[in-house]
């Protein structure tokens, strides 16, 4: 009765093992595998019957072996449960040559053949590249906020000179008006045109220096927001007879104010750089990648040259004139910087005379 229950105990034993959901891989004191769950056949591509009895450094990177059968004279001289290569990076090697992060626990186990160490091994390739990319934000974030700083005070301070410029030389029109003649009524006129652009562009500025602050995320059904932005924009689609097509939206959590503001740019732009003559069409479309949405928003204007996608996107950065077309070029760098808000990515795609793409993803995790 006792050797059944002991030979039941044995089986499940085994089974728990072999079907464990980690890389477990028995090595004796010669550096030689003595036994590979399936786990491990799975995770190096390897099948067990080319991994029993073969040294464990075929499993590590060729550069890495030298060190290793030293390691494992160290580890059996004093055998004790430890993770392996504390503060070191671990690398394995697949059957293909793929060489990939890992996380290494040993265990040793005495039994009749001698000490055995049961070596757990977790891949840890995707943590890696979610660590780089979190550094990678940090990063960013920091350079972001440094500029926001600096656009911040820039555009702040710069409020109060512009503002003792224009009550002055309001105060000056008004003292001189009857001995102004027609030129000089045209010099204040550009002067006072000029002063009005400046306070729009430092609005602008301190606008684009606030984006970042206050964002707070919510499930957004971007169908509805999308409706929203055209009943926004109506009276312009309406004056120019816009054609537009938008596919089936999905549900994301972003921040609404953003994302609305990034679609109604895009749109808008999509509008204003129509070509003359022609009617101006519009398709917005969504589509799942992986581990983001991808949309895009294209229309049949004007177009941009290639070697103008990048400059675009920063601040102040126009390619027409403000008697062509109207604007102070920051909606695209509002744009950009709502998109890395959400972890995405924007870029164009054109054809001069045949009309644009832009293209932005949201990260979903
Ligand atoms: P603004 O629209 O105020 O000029 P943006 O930052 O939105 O500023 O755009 C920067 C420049 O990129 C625009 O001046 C224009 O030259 C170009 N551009 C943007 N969108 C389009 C588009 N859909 N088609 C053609 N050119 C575009």
């Known amino acids: 009765m006792k050797q059944k229950q002991y030979i039941h105990q044995e089986i499940t034993f085994h089974l728990m093992v072999e079907y464990s959901p980690n890389a477990l891989i028995l090595v004796n004191e010669e550096s030689k595998i003595v ?9 190096f591509k390897y099948p067990k019957t080319e991994l029993i009895g073969r040294g464990v450094e075929i499993l590590i990177p060729e550069r890495l072996r030298e060190k ?13 449960s430890r993770a392996m290569g504390v503060g070191r990076d671990l690398y394995a090697v697949k059957k293909d040559g793929t060489e990939f992060p890992v996380e290494i626990g040993l265990n040793p186990l005495v039994t009749i053949e001698g000490t055995l160490v049961l070596a757990a091994i977790i891949d840890i390739s995707e943590r890696k590249i979610k660590d780089a990319a979190l550094k990678k934000q940090l990063e960013l974030e920091s350079k972001n906020q440094e500029l926001e700083q600096f656009a911040y005070i820039a555009s702040h301070d710069l409020r109060e000179p512009l503002r003792t410029i224009n009550n002055y030389i309001q105060v000056i029109e008004e003292d001189c008006t009857e001995i102004l003649n027609d030129t000089s009524r045209n010099y204040f006129y ?9 306070e729009v562009l430092i609005g602008a500025l301190l606008e684009y220096s606030r984006l970042g602050k206050d964002f ?6 971007l169908n509805v927001l999308l409706e929203n932005v055209k009943a926004d924009l109506a009276s312009s689609i309406h004056t120019n007879q816009v054609r537009i097509h938008i596919g089936t939206m999905p549900v994301l959590n972003v921040n609404e104010i953003k994302i ?31 581990t983001r949405w991808k949309f895009s928003i294209k229309d049949n204007g004007i177009g941009i040259e290639e070697k103008h996608f990048t400059r675009i996107f920063q601040i102040f ?3 027409n004139t403000s008697e062509e077309y109207e604007g102070n ?26 009309g644009s793409v832009f293209c932005f993803t949201i990260a979903t995790q």
């Open 329 to 354: 070029g920051i909606g695209l760098a509002n744009c950009k910087k709502i998109v890395e808000l959400h972890n995405g990515e924007i870029w164009v795609e054109s054809t001069p005379g045949e």
């Open 216 to 221: 707070l995320f919510s499930p957004v059904d």
């Open 190 to 198: 550009s002067i006072n045109q000029a002063i009005r652009r400046m």
């Open 260 to 290: 609305r503001q990034l679609f109604q740019n895009l749109l808008s732009n999509a509008i204003k750089f129509r070509k003359k003559n022609s009617i101006p069409q519009i398709l917005i479309l969504a589509e799942k990648q992986d």
């Open 35 to 43: 036994y590979v769950n399936l786990y491990a056949e799975k995770l």
């Open 317 to 319: 950065q126009r390619l």
């Open 68 to 80: 290793h059968p030293g390691l494992v004279k160290m580890f059996f001289s004093s055998p004790t």
